[in-house]
């Protein structure tokens, strides 16, 4: 979240990483600008505990960039929390990044060799680096050498002195837009933010595109290498707010999309659709709203559960899922349940799910899943487990089955995801986690060290 010459800058980028939470909840961050000096607030957590009224006080000026992070490469700890800050020969610079550098390590290890220090394990930190080390005067200039030197994805903000630049990668992985707010250019990963503190949405920032926001204006150039669109799917499926609106597409509309299709294609006699709360709820209404069967609440959130817990010693079976989710006993008893959920990664949590519905007397449970089988991990910014933990990497659609003691269990097809997108006649998005065709080539190290990471 980046936004220019606005009163109480600060405060207004914090209300945006409210709105920005879902996309990390590892660490927070904002950097103000007040005309004379960078001011830098960072911490473990949430927006909402890290930022205090005085710490936001402190955070003066009208330009601010703020960050949600959550680890894709690299380490969980305060060290790693953006915007980072660094000083080089011009000044102060800060970036913040959404996506992952691919060849980031084999860069990192090629600038150990040369002498350069790092302060951290994360892949944004190797830009700021090869920024620091261009011999472009401009800042946008070096910030055009140095990307010119990287792979991945990346959605970037940087900020120096009083010039704010927006850069998306020529792929367009991870989203990015700008907004308005009285005049003050908005910059922000997802529209929910923009709607929070009531700025206009204004256009995407589009792929290969760098914005320089500065005293003389908004200037807009494509300095990278055009390369064909490869959006991230799993924003629309998983990741993204269900009230953003990605490539002119609002993402609750679309995932209800996907439990239409999925609907079409999978059919069962059934007498509820319940969904796995909350990401798979818009798809659920879609499938209910397809096939004809009533959909109701059956599993309810807790919506107070922090990112850990302390286990009671003896031992509660699926204590885990019990405290995130409990079962409604009255609406599934006796009931041929239909579960709706987003995806299937590793497929655990599914199991507990399933177990918990029957425990509650539904007399069938069939699974749907609205997207197709998770088979390969994402190397572009979704933090998805190894191959080896990928459950439809190495079994069948029926041997998951029976992992998940569902009486059925099917998939959204590839075809049906892009029928729902709207995209079928194309190829501008990226569904490298269901077929493993990576638009981008890595080396061949690249993968297991990233891997390493992961794990």
Known sequence: MGIYRA???????????????????????????????????????????VFTEERLERLSGDIAVGHVRYSTAG??????????????????????????????????????????????????????????????????????DALQKINGAYSLLFLKDDE???????????????????????????????????????????????????????????????QPEKFCVFEYIYFARPDSVLRGKNVHVVRAEFGRQLARETKVDADLVISIPDSGTSAALGFSEEAGIVYDMGLIRNRYVGRTFIEPRQSIRHFGVKVKLNAVKDVLRGKRVVIIDDS?????????????????GAQEVHMRIASPPVRYPCFYGIDMPTRKELIASTHSVEEIC?????DSLEYLSIEGMKNALGCSDKNDICHACFTGEYPISFPGEEITQVNRHRE
């Open 7 to 49: 009163p109480e800058a600060a405060k207004l980028a914090y209300l945006g990483l409210y709105a920005l939470q879902h996309r990390g909840q590892e660490s927070a961050g904002i950097i103000s600008w007040d005309g004379h000096e960078m001011k830098i607030e960072r911490g473990m957590g949430h927006a909402a505990d």
């Open 75 to 144: 380490d969980s700890s305060i060290i790693e929390a953006q915007p980072l800050v660094v000083r080089y020969s011009d000044g102060l610079m800060a970036v913040a990044h959404n996506g992952n550098i691919v060849n980031a390590l084999q860069i990192r290890e090629s600038l150990v060799e040369e002498g350069s220090i790092f302060q951290s394990t994360s892949d944004s930190e190797v830009i700021v680096h090869l920024i620091a080390r261009s011999r472009q005067k401009s800042f946008a200039d070096r910030i055009i």
């Open 164 to 226: 704010l630049i927006a850069v998306r990668d020529p792929y367009g992985f991870r989203p990015l837009c700008l907004g308005s707010l009285g005049g003050a250019p908005v910059i922000v990963s997802e529209t929910c933010a923009l709607d929070l503190i009531e700025a206009q949405f204004v256009r995407e920032i589009e792929p290969g595109e760098m914005l320089i926001i500065n005293r003389h204006g908004a200037f807009s150039q494509k300095p990278l290498t055009p």
């Open 344 to 360: 299937l990664v590793r497929a655990t949590t599914s199991r507990k799910i399933v177990k918990m519905v029957q425990a509650a």
């Open 402 to 406: 029976r992992y998940v003691t569902s």
